[in-house]
Each structure stands twice: as structure tokens, then as C-alpha cells.
């Protein structure tokens, strides 16, 4: 029998956490969670969509914009083997004490504390380690990206020491309350920003210090990357380990991707669901060899990176799969890989 998902919260995540679980043929989706009876409640009902109210008060809301309820929250969590929380920070905290009532085991996304769980997630870095857990953080966009490119150096150079500045995006492109609009703030201005100390979670023993910076920008994050390896690979061995690995993508010297305006043209070209760019994109050029050091540019697609990691997500911690035969399902089913 199929896995039973349920999405709790249908916003940037979960909608496309939604619609990458029908993709699954071992995964079923229960329904969805939803709080106001918005655009997005009726794209749900659109797609087929089981809905449910994740506040019961609300209901009546959803009677009047005639869209109409499959039940309550709860009584998707209780038909559920495995609830994706993709609600705002901080919600899915609140929503712990629910999921456990069910006893149903939860994943939760990066805006939620570390220490609201058994064990962060990241499929390429430390699938294994979600055994079992019953609360999971699939760690966030900018994480996730940060792992996939250090797991590989890790394994094949050993690394020394890992320093990334991010250049942050502001907002989601949907997010008109966020900023900011003509400015650009170091964010934190202390050091660390909370990148390094969240990559720890998935690679404790690693040594890595991270900056960040907010732009008025809302397609991308982009990451200037050195990391100080424990050998002297030249750029082309580099270029080719980060070639083999799955969700990367080396963006090719001369196909006139510069930017992430570039990238995502590129994506919609390519009839990407949402233009969704589920690969780290790392400029092949950039990458570059310095005795031990390694340069490299890459961007990050914060709505979608970690939509294949909530579904490798959901079989690491449910003991279906192992990691190898999750990612290359994920990939196969979600068309990953340009
Ligand atoms: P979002 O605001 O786009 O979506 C959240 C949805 O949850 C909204 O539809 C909201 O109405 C709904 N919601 C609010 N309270 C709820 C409740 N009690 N029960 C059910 N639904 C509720 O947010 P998002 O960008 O999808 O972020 C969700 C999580 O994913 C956060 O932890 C965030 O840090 C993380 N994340 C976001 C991004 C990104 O760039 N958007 C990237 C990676 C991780």
C-alpha cells in the first residue's frame, strides 16, 4: 500500500511539496491543510485536492467563498502515515503537540528550530540519519544547497574549511511585505549568520563559517563559495565531481546564463512546473583552483531545493527506501536534471 501524506500548509513549500508527492507511485496524498479559503484553496480543489481546515473556526469562511471541505485538520493527520508541515517559522513548533497526538511522525521545514526534532534532513548529506526519527527538519533552501556541494568535496578531498558569503534574495516573489527595496543589508551583521551553525546540523564535524547579505532581489539566492580542501584537485576534477552529482547543475561556459534572471528564463524554457529549479546552478567558470582553496558562484532557488528532499524526506523516515534508490526515484518522477 502506498504511503499516506498529508500537507499541512499550502503556501510556496507546500503546494509544491503537493503536487511532487502525486508524482510518486509509492506516495498518496491525503489532502491538504489550509487556513483561509485564498487562490491557493482553489487551485487545491482545482488539482483534486483533498481540503481540510487547519482552523475550525474558519470553516464557515470556506462555506461562504463556496469552496468546499473534505473535514478537519485533524482528521487528516489521523488518515495520514506521515504529515509535511509547510507552514509559516514557528508553526510547525505549535503544531508538534497535533502530529504527536496522532502519533503520526511529522517532517518540518527550515524555518523551524533544530531543536524542535530528532534529526535534520538533507537527502545527499545524511539520509540514514532520519531512521526512525518521528520529527524530521528537511533543512532549508539555502542549507540544502550548501550541503549537496559539501557532501561531495567532503567525501572526495576531505574538507578544511568551508567560508560562503550568501547574497540573500529579500522575498519570495509573492512575498510584497518583504524588503528590502533599494538597499542592500549585511543580514546578520554579526557573524555567524545562522547558515554555518544550520549546515552543522547535517555535517556536525565541519568547519564552516558563513556571511549574509539581503537584496532587493526575489528570484534566487546566490552563494560565493571558498572552501579550503584537503587536497589540490585541479578546477576540471572539481568541475567533474560536481558534474556527476544529481542535483547539481553546471551552468556550461558560453550558454549566457549570468545571473538568476538568466537561470530561471532558461527553466520556463525548459516548461519547469512554476519555473522551479530544483538544482544547485553553479557557474562552471567560476570554479576555480587556488593551491588547496576552491572558488566557485553558485544560486539557489529558494521555493523549490528542497521539494525533492521533502520526498526523500518522507522514505528516510518512514524505512522505505535507502537513499540511493529514494533520490534516483525522486529524480526520475520529478524530471530533475537539465
Ligand atoms: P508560505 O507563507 O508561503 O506558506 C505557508 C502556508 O501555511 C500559508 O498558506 C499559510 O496560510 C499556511 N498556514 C499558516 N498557519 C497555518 C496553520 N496553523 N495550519 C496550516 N496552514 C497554515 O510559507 P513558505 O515560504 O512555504 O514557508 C514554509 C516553511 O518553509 C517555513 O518554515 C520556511 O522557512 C520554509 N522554507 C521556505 C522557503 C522559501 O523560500 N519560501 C525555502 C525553504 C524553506
Known amino acids: 500500500m502506498s504511503i499516506q501524506v498529508a500537507v499541512n500548509g499550502y503556501g510556496t ?4 511539496v503537493a503536487d511532487a508527492v502525486t508524482l510518486q507511485p509509492d506516495m498518496e496524498l491525503v489532502g491538504v491543510g489550509k487556513t483561509s479559503p485564498n487562490h491557493e484553496a482553489e487551485l487545491a480543489v482545482e488539482n483534486g ?11 464557515g469562511l470556506f462555506e461562504e467563498a463556496g469552496i468546499e471541505l473534505a473535514g478537519t485538520v485533524e482528521e487528516m493527520i489521523a488518515a495520514a502515515d506521515i504529515v509535511v508541515d509547510a507552514c509559516p517559522s514557528g508553526i510547525g513548533a505549535e ?7 496522532h502519533d503520526t511522525p511529522a517532517l518540518y521545514q527550515g524555518g523551524e528550530d533544530a531543536d524542535i526534532v530528532d534529526s535534520s534532513f538533507n537527502a545527499r548529506g545524511n539520509f540514514a540519519d532520519a531512521a526512525e ?25 576531505g574538507v578544511e574549511k568551508a567560508r ?20 542592500i543589508l549585511p543580514n546578520p551583521v554579526g557573524l555567524p549568520s545562522h547558515h554555518g551553525p544550520d549546515v552543522n546540523t547535517i555535517f556536525p564535524e565541519l568547519d564552516i563559517d558563513t556571511l549574509g547579505l539581503k537584496v532587493p532581489a526575489t528570484l534566487m539566492h546566490t552563494h560565493s563559495v571558498n572552501v579550503t580542501l584537503e587536497a589540490e584537485p585541479d578546477a576540471d576534477d572539481v568541475r567533474e565531481l560536481l558534474d556527476g552529482q544529481t542535483r547539481t547543475f553546471l551552468i556550461p561556459e558560453g550558454s549566457g546564463i549570468d545571473g538568476a534572471g538568466a537561470i530561471k528564463e532558461f527553466a520556463m524554457d ?13 557557474w562552471s567558470e567560476s570554479v576555480s583552483m587556488e593551491g588547496p582553496d576552491l572558488y566557485l558562484f553558485q544560486a539557489i532557488h529558494q521555493e523549490s531545493d528542497v521539494v525533492p528532499e521533502n520526498i526523500d524526506a518522507i522514505r528516510a523516515t518512514l524505512g522505505t527506501a535507502d537513499a540511493a534508490a529514494s533520490i534516483e526515484r525522486t529524480n526520475e518522477t520529478m524530471d530533475i536534471g537539465f
Open 270 to 282: 525548459r516548461g519547469r512546473p512554476r519555473a522551479d529549479v530544483w538544482e544547485n546552478c553553479i
Open 95 to 101: 503544531n508538534k503537540s497535533l502530529y504527536e497526538a
Open 13 to 16: 513549500i507546500g503546494k509544491r
Open 49 to 59: 485536492y483533498p481540503l481540510y481546515a487547519a482552523i475550525a473556526d474558519r470553516v
Open 164 to 183: 560562503v558569503t550568501l547574497v540573500r534574495r529579500g522575498g519570495d516573489p509573492s512575498q510584497t511585505d518583504r524588503g528590502p527595496i533599494d538597499d
Open 133 to 157: 526519527a518521528d520529527h524530521v527538519r528537511v533543512v532549508s533552501c539555502n542549507t540544502t544547497g550548501l550541503s549537496r556541494l559539501l557532501a561531495p568535496l567532503e567525501e572526495e578531498y
